[in-house]
């Protein structure tokens, strides 16, 4: 875990002696460990406990004149936030955006993966309150280490225990992990929507977020591939060492993706392209006409996937279909029609996945026609499985 930046949160259980533990393990393996804790979290642990053993000060309240923006300042240098242990007025904070202390602050901040270690007594644990919490966090890709059976600082015996250190660190190795199982093969990957211009003001576009393209890249670089990313606009930042390539409108993309086929072993194609754009691009913003509608031609876009297939290329070609019915059957519609090696269909019309989230419910389909329906995952992991097959494909084609 060299040069990995974790941020520790630490909630006021009687669990958080461990984190103590937890924190010593992580800088022992390397990690640059920077502590947060929660407003009452230094009734267990004092802050200063936690600063001597990570080497730097712990972010304990947000009425520090000196560091009013640490949060922010702490988020940003973070490749991951773990909560141990997680209370559940901390689980109910995070999941429902609230802001009144150093944790559910930094929490707000953190743009990165965040995983969460829960421990609280089993009644509490098994309140219908907490689970619609957990749920909730996990539709967004937050991860888990569910609590362990033990003996529980109320006395009792049951389920609740903060999960042991050792496969909280388990867990958290495996984000830094770094395998080179795609050394010297070549993505060439679109994310994100397209906007057409109808005039200087106005577009047509859809609610891509590009999450699952930009997670598809950053999995690819993990893992030693190389990457040429396109991508339509959004608000990701690209991943590091990708080789960057924006674009606006369909034709653009079009453009970009036919230029670099040739250069790349495998295309990802999941940019939710949009299929027409306006006839006409007016010069000036488009003015209304008092009561009047207005009524705009549209002209289909190219299909890219169908340029592609045309060149025949032999190279290992994935696309995406967001379905809001019939999954199945329009996904292998479209595996046939644009001779894909794979598709990844989704059910935009299911509540919690899909376009904005960060999770995601898919089902793979090979050429083969054979299907896989994968339970719901952060968009990082179902890249990982996509991954995982294409890998397995290019070795056995
Ligand atoms: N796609 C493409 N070019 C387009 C439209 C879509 O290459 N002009 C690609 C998408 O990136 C995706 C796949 O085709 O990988 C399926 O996209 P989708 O929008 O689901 O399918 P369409 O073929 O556009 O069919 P429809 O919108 O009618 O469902």
């Known amino acids: 875990m060299k ?13 958080a002696y461990k984190a103590v533990e937890l924190l010593r393990l992580l800088v022992k393996e390397g990690a640059e460990v920077r502590v947060v804790m929660s407003a009452n979290a230094g009734q267990f642990v004092t802050p200063l406990t936690f600063a001597a053993l990570s080497g730097h000060p712990v972010y304990h309240s947000v009425f520090d004149a000196q560091n009013s923006m640490e949060h922010i300042r702490v988020a940003e240098n973070a490749d991951l936030l773990v909560v141990a242990p997680a209370t559940a007025s901390t689980l109910a904070k995070m999941a429902h955006g609230l802001a009144d202390d150093a944790l559910s602050c930094l929490h707000l901040a953190f743009k990165g993966p965040v995983l969460v270690c829960p421990a ?6 098994g309140h219908p ?14 991860e888990f280490v569910d609590p362990e059976s033990g003996e529980l600082a109320c006395g009792v015996i049951g389920l609740g225990r903060l999960a042991d250190t050792n496969v909280i660190l388990d867990k958290v190795r495996g984000y830094f ?16 929507p397209t906007h057409e211009a109808i005039d200087p003001v106005r577009y047509l576009s859809n609610p891509s977020s590009g999450k699952m393209g930009y997670a598809v890249a950053e999995q690819v670089m993990a893992r030693g591939g190389q990457v040429v990313l396109i991508s339509g606009p959004t608000h990701l930042k690209p991943p590091p060492g990708v080789d960057f390539k ?10 970009l993706v036919q230029e670099q086929f040739e250069n790349c072993d495998v295309l990802v194609m999941s940019a939710a392209v949009g299929d027409f754009a306006a006839e006409k691009l007016e010069k000036e913003k488009i003015k209304k006409q008092g009561d009047e509608g207005l009524i705009l031609k549209l002209v289909a876009t190219k299909d890219i996937l169908l340029e592609v297939a045309k060149r025949n290329s032999g190279k290992l070609v994935v696309g995406f279909a967001a379905e809001s019915q019939n999954l199945v059957e329009s996904a292998l519609e479209k595996l046939r029609k644009k001779n894909l090696d794979f598709i990844v269909a989704n059910d935009i019309s299911a509540p919690g996945i899909g376009f904005q989230s960060d999770s995601n419910q898919v089902t793979i389909i090979d050429r083969e026609e054979k299907i896989e329906d994968l339970p719901l995952k952060p968009k990082r992991e179902i890249a990982d499985l996509l991954l995982d097959r294409i ?3 290019l070795k056995h084609p």
């Open 120 to 125: 609280m007594n089993e009644g509490m644990w």
């Open 177 to 192: 992990s770094q395998r080179d199982d795609l050394t010297g093969i070549r993505f060439l990957i679109t994310a994100g």
């Open 391 to 393: 890998l397995f494909r």
């Open 246 to 255: 924006p674009c606006k409108r369909a034709d653009e993309m079009n453009t």
């Open 129 to 142: 309150a907490v689970k619609d919490n957990i749920a909730l966090l996990k539709s967004r890709g937050v």
């Open 3 to 15: 040069n990995a930046k974790i941020v520790l949160g630490v909630s006021a259980g009687i669990a």
